[in-house]
């Protein structure tokens, strides 16, 4: 199962609202998660079953969708939401796959 | 709190193989409920999953890599690890070990700081 997000990378100002899509290229119902991923950093879980809050992830972050298509949005930009995004599914449990990554500039 | 902990050869020659250990503390590779996974990122690029092992012992790997890649646990000792045989320069990543949960969508909730592994003669 291939994951394309777009764009692949994106420049916001605080503040702003952004949205990174994420496609499948079959369906997954909703075994969709997020990441988030700062530099020198392990990747961190923000969002699983596409739309699920992580305990501790601010709530400006939130996820949708179902199917083929997910969206994680981000409300309110922070200076520190400057990272790479990283849509992941496991609809198949022997084939996980992740997209390729979205960097956002604050 | 759960941490994980990678371990292991950082430089490894061509047609070598590939040898990390993940350690666990915080919890039990017995417990059900969780697979644990390896998961590399070669440098400046993307996330690949390598493949994981649930707690009864049975391994998934990616299709890619699945002739080359084999994971296994000690509970004893509370670590599981990767080898990959027959490595070649695009091998070289930043390896991750992590942990899943089997009951939801699968995200990993939590990952080792990561060992980088250079593919080198």
């Known amino acids: 199962i291939q994951m394309t997000q777009s764009p692949s990378s994106l420049s916001a100002s605080v503040g702003d609202t952004v949205a990174i899509t994420c496609r499948a290229s079959?369906?997954?119902?909703?075994?969709l998660n997020w990441y988030q991923q700062k530099p020198g950093k392990a990747p961190e879980l923000l969002i699983s079953s596409a739309s699920n809050l992580e305990d501790a992830v601010p709530s400006r972050f939130s996820g949708s969708g179902s199917g083929t298509e997910f969206t994680l949005a981000i409300n309110s930009l922070q200076p520190e939401d400057s990272a790479t995004y990283f849509c992941?599914?496991?609809?198949?449990?022997?084939?996980?796959?992740f997209g390729q990554g979205t960097r956002l500039e604050i | 709190q759960l941490q994980l902990q990678e371990s292991g050869s950082g430089l490894v020659k061509p047609s070598q193989t590939l040898s990390l250990t993940c350690a666990v503390s915080?919890?039990?590779?017995?417990?059900?409920?969780?697979?644990w996974s390896w998961i590399r990122q070669p440098p400046g690029k993307g996330l690949e999953w390598i493949g994981y092992?649930?707690?009864?012992?049975?391994?998934y790997y990616n299709p890619s890599l699945k002739s080359r890649v084999t994971i296994s646990v000690d509970r004893s000792k509370k670590q599981f690890s990767l080898r990959l045989s027959s490595v070649t320069a695009a091998d070289t990543a930043l390896y991750y070990c992590a942990r899943a949960l089997t009951s939801s969508s699968g995200g990993f909730d939590y990952w080792g700081q990561g060992t980088l592994v250079t593919v080198s003669s």
């Open positions: 992941q599914q496991s609809y198949s449990a022997s084939q996980v796959t």
């Open positions: 915080g919890d039990s590779l017995s417990s059900g409920g969780y697979s």
């Open positions: 092992i649930y707690h009864s012992g049975s391994t």
């Open positions: 079959q369906s997954i119902s909703n075994y």
